[in-house]
């Protein structure tokens, strides 16, 4: 297939967006949005339909890596960048001198950046919400509600832009910034060759006597609550349910069952787990096979991920921290001891192994996931046998230049 065949959809996408001026670009991870977006800045820069960009996620090694993207094209436009997160704060000196600048800027912090724009300022502004799907939370709708309406262009970025349970969440970006106007999913960038083909491993276990009482303690303090004037919201007591779950030891032996015949996935790979308690109890296992593993939680050295990135450390334990944005094209394999209900999770961490390595052009990726037993087959399929029917028809999905 011709270069120019394998990353179209990068132009169509960009001329979507030229034609609307606000949307959302869903792209699968892997098949460059960030590249896209810098498309679209350097064209509307080019006819002189902007003159000044602001870049916006969430955590500090995207935010990192947008100022790395950025750096070459901003010297090439003759524009500065400038930074307003962690110990960065350069958000005044943007606010004093907005034109030939980029702000990159934490999400908690854009509200700030959006009041004090001066409309000659928004007629000429480009936004870019990068993993735009965080932009529906009930914290930001409160804080960015009408704030950029008067923006001329307004760009959104994700693999999974629908907030799923969340209607209130999802209409929101839609009017915040606009409806999705293109898309290329996961499985169309399998099909065409730009991610990797992928096993899948469901290994399934059923909750024990301890989380049967668990799951028990939840209804019981959902009733006592409700009693005491103080009800739990749905969302509360669905999260409360899912914890049990995402933290069940029924799994652990059933995963050392796995790895006596599958160490080899070890070899490259992530595993996600609910939290840093539970980790431990994954690294006692994970430790009898090999040595070359560390854990990377909330409090950890980003050096660890570099480490991790660069080869030096084989096998790494985490939660939430790396599940978007960050390109590791090495990793083999992803372990999935906590899920979420909705897809959006299970897609940004996934995508994390679905990358192509350029050192290993017969990559394929491998998932290995927990699920849950159906304890009826006559009741509708629970949430974790829905994600396994999702991840074995993924993995069924070929390569079409073959």
């Given at each position: 297939?011709?270069?120019?065949?394998?990353?179209?959809?990068?132009?169509?996408a960009?001329?979507?967006?030229?034609?609307?001026?606000?949307?959302?670009?869903?792209?699968?991870?892997?098949?460059?949005?960030?590249?896209?977006?810098?498309?679209?800045?350097?064209?509307?820069?080019?006819?002189?339909?902007?003159?000044?960009?602001?870049?916006?996620?969430?955590?500090?090694?995207?935010?990192?890596?947008?100022?790395?993207?950025?750096?070459?094209?901003?010297?090439?436009?003759?524009?500065?960048?400038?930074?307003?997160?962690?110990?960065?704060?350069?958000?005044?000196?943007?606010?004093?001198?907005?034109?030939?600048?980029?702000?990159?800027?934490?999400?908690?912090a854009?509200?700030?950046?959006?009041?004090?724009?001066?409309?000659?300022?928004?007629?000429?502004?480009?936004?870019?919400?990068?993993?735009?799907?965080?932009?529906?939370?009930?914290?930001?709708?409160?804080?960015?509600?009408?704030?950029?309406?008067?923006?001329?262009y307004?760009?959104?970025?994700?693999?999974?832009?629908?907030?799923?349970?969340?209607?209130?969440g999802?209409?929101?970006?839609?009017?915040?910034?606009?409806?999705?106007?293109?898309?290329?999913?996961?499985?169309?960038?399998?099909?065409?060759?730009?991610?990797?083909?992928?096993?899948?491993?469901?290994?399934?276990?059923?909750?024990?006597?301890?989380?049967?009482?668990?799951?028990?303690?939840?209804?019981?303090?959902?009733?006592?609550?409700?009693?005491e004037?103080?009800?739990?919201?749905n969302?509360?007591?669905?999260?409360?349910?899912?914890?049990?779950?995402?933290?069940s030891?029924?799994?652990?032996?059933?995963f050392?069952?796995?790895?006596?015949?599958?160490?080899?996935?070890?070899?490259?790979c992530?595993?996600?787990?609910?939290?840093?308690?539970?980790?431990?109890?994954?690294?006692?296992?994970?430790?009898?096979?090999?040595?070359?593993?560390?854990?990377?939680?909330?409090?950890?050295?980003?050096?660890?991920?570099?480490?991790?990135?660069?080869?030096?450390?084989?096998?790494?334990?985490?939660?939430?921290?790396?599940?978007?944005?960050?390109?590791?094209?090495?990793?083999?394999?992803?372990?999935l001891?906590?899920?979420?209900?909705?897809?959006?999770?299970?897609?940004?961490r996934?995508?994390?192994?679905?990358?192509?390595?350029?050192?290993?052009?017969?990559?394929?990726?491998?998932?290995?996931?927990?699920?849950?037993?159906?304890?009826?087959?006559?009741?509708?399929?629970?949430?974790?046998?829905?994600?396994?029917?999702?991840?074995?028809s993924?993995?069924?999905?070929?390569?079409?230049?073959r």
């Amino acid at each position: 297939m011709q270069v120019d065949d394998l990353w179209k959809h990068q132009t169509e996408a960009k001329q979507a967006f030229l034609e609307n001026r606000c949307g959302i670009l869903e792209m699968a991870t892997g098949t460059g949005k960030t590249r896209t977006a810098l498309k679209i800045l350097q064209h509307l820069v080019n006819i002189q339909a902007i003159n000044s960009v602001v870049v916006t996620t969430i955590g500090t090694d995207l935010l990192d890596q947008w100022e790395s993207e950025l750096a070459a094209v901003a010297s090439e436009l003759n524009f500065r960048i400038l930074k307003q997160y962690e110990n960065y704060h350069e958000w005044e000196e943007y606010e004093l001198a907005p034109e030939s600048s980029i702000l990159v800027v934490s999400r908690n912090a854009l509200h700030k950046v959006l009041r004090s724009l001066s409309h000659p300022t928004r007629n000429r502004l480009l936004v870019i919400h990068d993993e735009v799907h965080g932009l529906g939370s009930p914290a930001m709708v409160q804080a960015l509600e009408g704030l950029s309406n008067s923006i001329s262009y307004r760009l959104g970025l994700s693999a999974t832009p629908d907030r799923e349970y969340d209607q209130e969440g999802t209409e929101f970006i839609e009017r915040d910034v606009g409806s999705v106007i293109y898309r290329f999913t996961l499985e169309d960038a399998i099909r065409r060759g730009i991610l990797c083909e992928l096993d899948y491993y469901p290994i399934e276990y059923k909750p024990s006597e301890e989380d049967k009482q668990r799951l028990k303690s939840v209804y019981s303090h959902r009733k006592t609550r409700g009693a005491e004037g103080n009800p739990m919201s749905n969302e509360q007591f669905w999260t409360a349910l899912a914890r049990v779950y995402k933290t069940s030891k029924a799994k652990l032996p059933c995963f050392e069952n796995f790895l006596t015949e599958h160490s080899q996935i070890l070899d490259r790979c992530i595993v996600f787990v609910e939290d840093r308690q539970y980790g431990e109890d994954v690294l006692d296992i994970i430790h009898r096979y090999r040595h070359d593993f560390h854990t990377y939680y909330a409090d950890d050295d980003r050096q660890k991920l570099v480490d991790f990135a660069k080869g030096r450390i084989s096998c790494l334990i985490t939660c939430h921290r790396i599940s978007q944005g960050i390109d590791i094209q090495s990793l083999n394999s992803v372990i999935l001891f906590s899920s979420a209900r909705a897809k959006l999770e299970t897609i940004q961490r996934i995508g994390r192994c679905l990358r192509k390595d350029s050192s290993n052009a017969a990559k394929r990726a491998t998932v290995v996931d927990f699920v849950r037993v159906q304890e009826e087959e006559r009741e509708a399929l629970n949430a974790d046998q829905e994600r396994k029917e999702w991840l074995k028809s993924l993995s069924k999905i070929d390569y079409e230049g073959r």
